[in-house]
């Protein structure tokens, strides 16, 4: 197993941004500093990174192209080498962090990231989703050893963001739990401390979304930074990911993601949809699998109270060319990770399952 906990530094406060940040670059020695931003968001951020008019350091801005993609990353590389950069900020939401985190690690340069939403554990975790710049899923992650040097992000500024960002986090840090807990539950892994943490982990995720989540969502749309808000946005955040940095590929992924992977792969128009979304529909998928029917019948009132999606034929994605199903069905066979669900998996089963669970949702829309 490989142990990633997570970022060196985290807090997650109001003027957590302006009262940390300066003194963390100031302890990595930070003098030439590049700052990796969007666009819209990087408007509502600015306000809190007050030590941008700091002369004690050099600072070089890059607007990125919306994807993690290797040329991205290619690019900021030859910035980081132009500049002499010494230090990489990332300020945006879980693309971006991928991006900063991928480009740290291939160029070998310090980051730290502050989100500016809350849709995923991305800015925690030591991995790369990695796209093409238009938009295609690569349908591979990149991994590294390198941890950011801190995550710090501020209630204030992540409530300012699109409260759909929020539900598909939600849905994608539920789906932590759904994954894992039939994996981390066999016999011969009971007693191993760091997935015992793991699955603690996920427990708190998932309690934690069922009992506060609805009151989170209204909050937020009200701007209202509530306790529960704040709770279930740090979750999101960090704990999602404190379950794949102490569970390894026992609690990181399994058919939810794997059938998200899937669909970007293949199904180009799916990129309209939120990641959250796309991984919301796959928890449905990971219990048709295990044949847990009960189960998504009983998520049924949170899935159409939050909007999220139940079925291909529904998002208007199901391929008219039977080949697409068969693709994405070869490559789920082909993750490592859905093969460490407890119950016999190959293509027919995969395909069998997906067509069953497309007939069974039927009854919700």
């Not at 990796?36 to 890059?62: C, I, Q």
């Not at 799916?270 to 796309?278: F, M, V």
């Not at 899935?303 to 039977?322: G, R, V």
């Amino acid at each position: 197993m490989k142990i990633k906990c997570g970022p060196d530094y985290y807090m997650y406060c109001e003027h957590a941004i302006e009262n940390e940040v300066p003194s963390l670059l100031k302890e990595h020695q930070a003098k030439n500093i590049l700052i990796v931003h969007g666009t819209r968001s990087w408007e509502v951020a600015k306000p809190y990174m007050t030590f941008l008019n700091d002369p004690e350091w050099n600072f070089v801005y890059h607007t990125y192209s919306g994807e993690c993609s290797y040329q991205e990353a290619a690019n900021l590389d030859q910035i980081i080498k132009d500049n002499e950069i010494d230090f990489i900020i990332g300020v945006g939401g879980g693309k971006l962090s991928d991006l900063v985190g991928v480009t740290g690690h291939l160029s070998n340069v310090k980051y730290g990231v502050i989100p500016t939403l809350a849709s995923n554990c991305a800015p925690w975790t030591p991995l790369s989703v990695m796209y093409k710049e238009n938009g295609e899923a690569e349908g591979k992650s990149e991994h590294y050893k390198r941890q950011a040097a801190f995550l710090i992000t501020d209630p204030n500024l992540v409530i300012d963001s699109p409260v759909e960002y929020f539900i598909a986090g939600l849905a994608d840090t539920l789906a932590k739990w759904y994954e894992s807990v039939a994996i981390l539950e066999q016999k011969d892994l009971q007693n191993e401390p760091f997935l015992q943490m793991a699955k603690a982990a996920t427990e708190v995720c998932r309690q934690s979304i069922l009992t506060d989540g609805t009151k989170a969502i209204e909050d937020m749309k009200n701007k209202v930074v509530s306790d529960e808000f704040v709770r279930l946005s740090e979750i999101i955040i960090a704990v999602a990911g404190l379950v794949g940095g102490l569970g390894d590929k026992y609690a990181r992924n399994a058919a939810a993601n794997a059938l998200h992977d899937g669909m970007g792969k293949y199904i180009p128009e799916s990129h309209e949809y939120l990641h959250g979304e796309k991984v919301a529909y796959g928890i449905l998928y990971q219990l048709a699998l295990e044949d847990k029917w009960d189960e998504i019948d009983a998520l049924m009132p949170m899935y159409q109270t939050l909007d999220l999606p139940l079925s291909l034929h529904q998002m208007n994605l199901y391929p008219q060319d039977e080949k697409v199903i068969d693709d994405i069905v070869a490559f789920m066979d082909g993750k490592e990770k859905v093969h460490l669900i407890p119950i016999e998996i190959n293509q027919p089963i995969l395909k069998d399952k997906l067509l069953q669970l497309e007939g069974y949702m039927g009854r919700y829309q």
